[in-house]
């Protein structure tokens, strides 16, 4: 059986159409799992609920990327 990927490794931020555009250097991922963008974000969709990230841990929100990570916002 293949090893699941680490967090990083299954990350979608920098996939999704609303990625902030302040997250380039260093390439800022795993939102739902440390802390909001520096940044203010243009919501113009979400897929979290799509990441397997977002599945592993159980998470149950979205836009980690402007409003926090799962821990801070519960």
């Given at each position: 059986m293949a090893k699941e990927g680490s967090d990083r490794e299954l990350c979608l931020c920098d996939k999704c159409v609303?990625?902030?555009?302040?997250?380039?250097?260093?390439?800022?991922?795993?939102?739902?799992?440390?802390?909001?963008a520096p940044c203010e974000v243009a919501r113009r969709g979400c897929q979290c609920i799509s990441c397997k990230i977002h599945a592993r841990h159980k998470f149950t929100m979205e836009y980690y990327c402007a409003e926090g990570s799962e821990e801070s916002r519960s």
């Open positions: 609303s990625y902030p555009d302040c997250a380039v250097e260093p390439l800022l991922m795993t939102f739902c799992l440390i802390q909001e």
